[in-house]
């Protein structure tokens, strides 16, 4: 694990979904076996290049998601190695029963792209915002669960991804925000990154909540109060030990996620917070509420998703601890 | 050997596959007697005459595969693979029992010779069309044969591997329908009809459909299996027209989906099996 933190808080001139494309297409380069299934979205995501460089290894399944996780499954089964993208809706609650025996229960290495996590769906607005996808990929045993950060995060995660031998979720922001990381950065699976030391309270954030944790470290530090920041990329399976070190090194625990608190990052963290060190924790995250349309800047501010949301949230755990 | 001769053996095959059967699921004392019984002529053809496979490398990877979407019928693809020697038929016997390798639901983990994990009903179909676009982009020059229940065919999902299967022109598989008319609770006329019939609604996807008008009789399967083996651009269906329970004494007659029949009624259904076997084979002298 190798990485650079650009840390700047700029829009990144690639979009999320290019870092997906960009190492597909270099695992097909590589391996005949490697195969993309979408589900009439391939527009979406720009599954054009893939189409133009290996037309035999990308299907459509159509607007039939169960159809094409079983598809996948099958696949497989026969020795392939699937990408299958949908929204992340669909991924997640259209194909959960699919999902979980098809692929999880049969222990086959399909990896299921949910694109437009949380209030990135903006536009499509409430039928298409999953506030609960990772959720229901939490309870699948053998599941791997990753909400990438940015293109750079995206790009070294897939190629992770397809070395998983058991069922695999992405979620895939398909613009492009604020670069996180240089290009070149590596990541493991199951390990969490430190982006930034602190000793008065640990936050732990992922996808597009990672650069507002660092915004807040940045506010905090002005205040005076000196806050950790990890990027917990990978929710399943849970990096406890470097949980478990921010909580007996700092004392506090604040969880960010574009996501339902009840049932997503922070109660896999307070799990392990229970377990072995308990200490106050806060939740920045969607509060029990469904979606709604609008821009991703309204929405952000509309579900507390802001980088004062989560200095809030440290001042109430510091007050606690 | 003459294809009467090949016919005479497929019979005794699926005597012998409705006695071991029986045997599984009576070794347990209930379970789906109704949706496996309706299936042994069917196995006994493809495992007798039509597949290829290595009982002693199931994962070959150039074999046939066979996928039982309606996962519940397990135990006569149990008799079936053990009576081929994918181990022995007797410790099938374990159906349902802790720990068990025979679950009442096929699964590929458990069982040697199971291709794919079923059970929730219209699943397997697709898992089953993914494995013959699998193998056939791999090169592979194999059939899947899978099975479905009319009573499964009220998922949507099976529609869906339907239409997706017709537009990858895939010839290399075969869907069994196991036409039986009856479903848990009752009639499938009654419980949820299939409009114009199910072979049409295979026809109107896109499939080559073959109506098998007594789908309990081996050489008109195995002559539609091989009407299907020629054609070049659509997978195929063969609408299976069979009785639930067939062969089974207290279930023949009732169609039930699964049954609990006394310690006496499993007892004369076995005898009655055996009986039936023993018949059989008498035959081929005659």
């Given at each position: 694990m190798s990485f650079v933190l650009d840390g700047k808080h700029e829009k990144d001139k690639r979009a999320c979904r290019d870092g997906y494309i960009d190492a597909v297409l270099e695992l097909m380069d590589a391996d005949k076996k490697v195969v993309h299934i979408d589900c009439d979205l391939k527009g979406c995501i720009n599954v054009g290049r893939l189409d133009k460089a290996h037309p035999d290894q990308v299907y459509n399944a159509g607007i039939a998601e169960a159809n094409a996780v079983g598809i996948a499954s099958g696949m497989a089964a026969s020795g392939l190695t699937p990408f299958i993208h949908t929204f992340g809706i669909f991924a997640s609650r259209r194909v959960f029963d699919q999902a979980f025996l098809s692929a999880g229960y049969s222990e086959w290495p399909v990896h299921i792209v949910g694109s437009d996590p949380g209030v990135t769906a903006a536009f499509n607005g409430a039928t298409h915002m999953p506030f609960e996808d990772c959720a229901l990929y939490l309870s699948v045993p053998n599941a791997t669960v990753v909400d990438p950060a940015d293109y750079a995060q995206c790009y070294a995660l897939t190629k992770e991804l397809a070395k998983v031998p058991t069922i695999t979720y992405q979620r895939l922001i398909r613009k492009g925000f604020v670069k996180v990381y240089e290009d070149g950065s590596e990541f493991e699976l199951g390990k969490g990154v430190t982006l930034r030391d602190g000793s008065d309270v640990t936050i732990i954030a992922s996808g597009i909540m990672v650069d507002k944790a660092l915004q807040a470290e940045e506010a905090l530090k002005e205040e005076g109060i000196s806050a950790r920041v990890i990027d917990m990329h990978t929710w399943k399976p849970l990096d406890e030990e470097l949980i478990i070190k921010a909580a007996k090194e700092t004392g506090a625990i604040v969880t960010a996620e574009n996501h339902q608190v009840s049932c997503g990052l922070g109660s896999a963290i307070a799990n392990v917070l229970a377990q072995n060190c308990l200490v106050p924790q806060e939740f920045v995250g969607i509060q029990n509420r469904y979606g709604q349309v609008g821009p991703q800047d309204f929405l952000e501010k509309e579900y507390n998703l802001m980088p004062e949301d989560i200095v809030a949230a440290v001042k109430k755990v510091l007050a606690r601890k | 050997m003459s294809k009467e001769q090949k016919m005479q053996e497929l019979r005794e095959f699926a005597a012998e596959i409705r006695v071991e059967t029986l045997k599984i699921i009576g070794s347990r004392g209930f379970g789906h007697v109704g949706g496996s019984m309706s299936l042994a002529d069917a196995y006994a053809v493809l495992y007798g005459a039509v597949m290829k496979y290595d009982p002693k490398n199931p994962t070959w990877e150039d074999r046939d595969w066979c996928v039982l979407s309606k996962g519940h019928g397990g135990p006569v693809m149990y008799a079936t693979l053990g009576l081929k020697g994918f181990y022995p038929v007797e410790n099938a016997y374990q159906l349902n029992q802790p720990h068990t390798t025979f679950p009442s639901h096929t699964d590929h983990l458990m069982t040697p010779g199971v291709d794919l994990t079923t059970g929730s009903l219209g699943q397997g179909i697709s898992e089953a069309v993914g494995a013959a676009l699998g193998n056939r982009a791999q090169g592979r020059d194999s059939h899947t044969f899978v099975f479905i229940g009319d009573g499964e065919a009220d998922e949507g999902q099976v529609w869906e591997a339907a239409q997706f299967a017709a537009h990858y022109k895939m010839n290399n598989l075969i869907c069994l329908v196991d036409?039986?008319?009856?479903q848990l609770d009752g009639d499938v006329n009654v419980v949820m009809s299939h409009g114009k019939g199910i072979g049409a609604k295979f026809d109107a996807f896109g499939w080559h459909v073959i109506d098998v008008a007594d789908g309990n009789d081996v050489e008109q399967i195995y002559d539609a299996i091989q009407e299907a083996y020629k054609v070049e651009d659509k997978p195929i269906a063969l609408i299976l027209n069979t009785v639930k329970g067939k062969g089974a004494t207290f279930a023949e007659s009732t169609g039930a989906h699964s049954s609990q029949p006394s310690k006496e009624e499993w007892d004369e259904a076995i005898k009655v099996a055996e009986e039936n076997l023993a018949a059989v084979r008498a035959q081929k002298g005659a």
């Open positions: - | 036409n039986n008319g009856r």
